[in-house]
């Protein structure tokens, strides 16, 4: 079974720019849910998505958005760019069940310059 | 908000040690995970831990839940440089997860 797949690997932008990342999830996943790695913060949680519904989401401004399509894959999107914004971003997907066991896929590192 | 903090933050230690690194929390979870990652790969599942008082083992690796489900523990044996990584401690809500920061463990041959 294909694991978690996101795209791009690396991305370099300037400030003001925007991005999109992609994820695909496990085969039969309906829940995909995306995190911001930082050195100093950790693994902080962005949003979650199940069955193209936002379930949840975390305490980031609006510039970061998301959606999930019919098939289970999720984008996240990124726009006006910040130097912060540097990051390994994370997707997970997860049955949804309740011990909520996600599996991750490699990130997708961003500089933003 | 949930939070869960890990220490140490860094461990640096030779072949053949052991160790054990912490999570707590002063809230209670339903469940708690830890994850290893390695540098430029996401973090990979190594145990769902669910009952208070529960311990799991996992080759060397030996996993606790605490009884009251708000803190947990890691105990390595003999570690190895294989077992170097970030080990992360995650607690489990409706349908999301609260990582800690981290513990940084490097073994040296």
């Known amino acids: 079974k294909a694991g978690v797949t996101q795209t791009p690997r690396y991305l370099i932008k300037t400030r003001g720019q925007q991005v999109t990342l992609s994820c695909s999830p496990i085969s039969g996943h309906r829940s995909v849910s995306w995190y911001q790695q930082t050195p100093g913060q950790g693994l902080q949680f962005l949003f979650e998505y199940f069955s193209e519904t936002q379930r949840n989401k975390g305490n980031f401004p609006g510039r970061f958005s998301g959606r999930q399509f019919s098939n289970s894959r999720s984008e996240m999107n990124v726009s006006t760019l910040e130097l912060g914004d540097s990051a390994l971003y994370l997707c997970a997907s997860s049955l949804g069940g309740d011990k909520n066991i996600q599996y991750f896929g490699a990130g997708t590192r961003l500089s933003v310059l | ?109």
């Not at chain 2, 908000?1 to 690194?21: A, C, D, K, M, R």
């Not at chain 2, 209670?28 to 290893?36: A, C, D, I, K, N």
């Not at chain 2, 009884?67 to 390595?76: F, Q, W």
């Open chain 2, 1 to 109: 908000t949930q939070l869960l903090e890990q220490s140490p933050q860094f461990l640096s230690i030779q072949e053949g040690e052991n160790l054990t690194v912490y999570c707590n929390s002063s809230s209670v979870f339903s469940s708690l995970q830890w994850y290893r990652q390695e540098p430029g790969e996401g973090p990979v599942l190594l145990v769902t831990v669910v009952t208070g008082g529960e311990v799991k083992k996992l080759k060397r690796l030996t996993f606790q839940f605490g009884d009251a489900r708000k803190d947990s523990s890691l105990h390595i044996t003999a570690a190895q440089p294989g077992d170097t990584g970030l080990y992360l401690c995650a607690g489990s809500g409706y349908s999301t997860l609260t990582f800690g920061k981290g513990t940084m463990l490097l073994v040296s041959p």
